[in-house]
């Protein structure tokens, strides 16, 4: 047997299933598998899923304490890349009216990209990024050079 690790889900602890799923559909993700209803709910991410799953269930799965929840910076964002300034501008405008909050404006970065980032209903940091050296690819996947 050949293990080959990857990334193929990302699930998010939420506090209200309604209304995060009412979120990431306003976003524009496309939902899968609705008969799950409010249990679980699947969404088309591009060459991946994103879950979403009752936060306190989540951490009773991980056998990980669901209080305190935190309130500071997690150490994860969630990332989508665009092909330059004006995609970013115009997807954080996209997320802002589907009730995302911004946490810092669309700006240059010291690298030579362009970003800005957003959180969704329960916190979860997404930044919404243009960086030099990664394409993206017409299907939305990232390309790497070597």
Not at 57 to 84: E, H, I, Y
């Amino acid at each position: 047997m050949n293990i080959s690790p990857r990334l193929t889900v990302v699930t998010l602890g939420v506090s209200d299933m309604a209304r995060s799923i009412a979120f990431y559909e306003r976003l524009g993700l496309r939902r899968k598998m609705k008969a799950t209803g409010e249990a679980v709910a699947f969404f088309e991410a591009g060459a991946m899923t994103l879950a979403l799953f009752p936060w306190d269930q989540l951490a009773a799965d991980a056998q990980l304490k669901d209080l305190p929840r935190p309130m500071a910076f997690r150490g994860s964002t969630l990332a989508w890349n665009c092909v330059s300034p004006e995609e970013v501008k115009a997807s954080l405008a996209h997320a802002l009216a589907a009730g995302a909050r911004e946490l810092k404006s669309p700006q240059v970065t010291d690298y030579g990209g362009f970003c800005c980032y957003f959180a969704d209903p329960d916190g979860h940091v997404w930044e919404i990024v243009t960086a030099p050296g990664i394409e993206v690819l017409a299907d939305g996947r990232v390309g790497l050079p070597e």
